[in-house]
């Protein structure tokens, strides 16, 4: 039985208000060995970027899916710390689609940013996106660097309805650098003859790429409320990400990235080309946003344990098959301890 009246109502608190921006992060790091050896290094510097280059008005929201004990005393720290603004521990991996569904019906702001937690957000992201909105005034999802990659596979409706509001529409090569940054990302060598991307150029002469990513984009809030819940059968999967990009072009609304990169695809590890190191280090010495969680003890790098794991490196280095072997062994064991067999 209650007793008395909640001081909250007497004292009419405000309930806060919500910024133009949100960014909902994805994190799932089941490990912090073998792939995910470094995940802790490579999440601590996307949320750095991420923070030194959200306006003020940006708020951060954390969503973690069933990490291991030591990410999610790393989290709790930042947020403690008041470096992200939503903190969401999940006990299950919802998949992305999962955490799509709840973070896109959810946040009240303005405009909603998802990202996946291996992303390096470079100086004026927020700035280009913007430009592109204001640009193209039925932009329905905007990333922040050209995409190389297209999800629909040839099937999108953009560039068609792009050209019918008399945008103009062409296949252009991206920058080198842009390149450079996409490929690096991804572990690949530079390709001798670099892809054509559709572009798009504004009535104001500003252009954008006729296309856009699907690990990082900007969403406007009235165009994510008209989205249906995507389906949820894998962890990761591609058919949630092309019917996430299909049911924006549905509604009507342009997917478009800008013309030039402003994010890095860090992967599994902390290491950037050349032109991006400058910036990391400045992040890295930042010591206003600072967390470190408790690793596990790692083995040795000398003595017996260290010799012997040295003589297996360079024995599967110098033999493609046995190598082959290792990793489809090393595959199965991946999807029988997180989960992701088929």
Known sequence: MRQGISPAKR??????QPTEVGVASLVFIPALTGFYAQALDVLDLHLRSLRHTLPEEGEILVWDNGSCPEV????EQVYHAGHIDYLILSKYNLGKAGMLNWVL?????????YTDSDILFLPGWWKAVQEVFRAF??????????AFFDVLRGNSRTPTMLSREGFEVYMAQPTPQDALLYYRGLGYEMPAQLPSLPFAKAHNGLVACARSGHHVFVMPRPVAQKLSPLPIKQAL?????????????????WQLSTSRGFVYHLGNTTHVPELLT?????????HRITARARRPAQASSTGLRGTIREMLRRLLKRSPWLRQRAERLYGLLFRLLYGEAQ
């Open 137 to 146: 005034p039925k932009a329905g999802m905007v990333s922040p660097a050209p």
């Open 11 to 16: 004292a009419a608190l405000p309930a806060h």
């Open 278 to 286: 400058s910036w990391c280090e400045s992040l890295r010495h930042d």
């Open 237 to 253: 999967s591609s058919q949630s990400d092309r019917l996430l990009h299909e049911q924006v072009e549905a509604q009507g609304y």
């Open 72 to 75: 999610v005393q790393f989290l």
């Open 105 to 113: 019906k959810a946040l009240p702001h303005r405009y909603i940013v």
